[in-house]
């Protein structure tokens, strides 16, 4: 799996972008979005249990992601055709604020070192990556347990900060001194 300090792959997917008649699929690729963060989840499957919970909450906390100049781009192995049936049926997802991908060839996820050895599905990995296309965090949840939205933002403004947070961190609250991260640094 790719991981900190990595460079997210080059892709080029179809994605879910509106249900507006003729409007409803875009292109996205890793230059979609230059100079932003990027918040690239994955989850197994469409038409299933865990994943709408977390599609819609990440769709719920769009503008705080947003807010901290990052774009969700959701993905799966399914086709941009199912994430399109799959929006206009369930009713937490019709008004999704971000890319849904369709890495049908299984090509992001392959690279990215995320797919299911079995399964063959992607698995619910996260990646921040930063403006530069450097990927800065990762996180993968076994196939039954879904992410927590608050800890990617939270993680998200860390990041951000660019300076040592201590554990349970959270914005607003004083970061470590720069005395420290020198000598950190160094180590």
Not at 28 to 40: C, F
Not at 78 to 85: K, P, R
Not at 114 to 128: E, M, N, P, Q, S
Request: net charge negative; charged share 25%; proline share 5%.
């Amino acid at each position: 799996m790719l991981t900190i300090g990595d460079t997210l792959p080059s892709f080029s997917l179809q994605a879910v972008t509106s249900l507006s008649p003729g409007k409803e699929f875009e292109t996205v690729s890793d230059r979609s979005y230059a100079g932003k963060w990027k918040v690239l989840f994955f989850w197994p499957m469409d038409f299933t249990f865990i994943c709408p919970t977390e599609i819609a909450e990440f769709g719920r906390r769009n503008q705080d992601f947003l807010d901290r100049d990052a774009q969700v781009l959701g993905a799966s192995t399914d086709t941009h055709f199912v994430h399109l049936a799959w929006r206009q049926s369930h009713p937490d997802l019709k008004s999704l604020p971000y890319p849904m991908l369709a890495d049908t060839k299984r090509e992001l996820s392959s690279a990215l070192g995320i797919l299911h050895k079995h399964d063959g599905v992607a698995l619910r990995a996260t990646f921040l990556v930063d403006p530069e296309g450097i990927i800065r965090w990762a996180s993968v949840n076994d196939l039954s347990v879904g992410r927590n939205v608050d800890e990617v933002l939270r993680v998200l403004d860390a990041l951000q900060t660019d300076e040592l947070c201590p554990c349970n961190w959270k914005r607003g609250e004083a970061t470590l001194s720069s005395g420290v991260k020198d000598a950190a640094s160094a180590e």
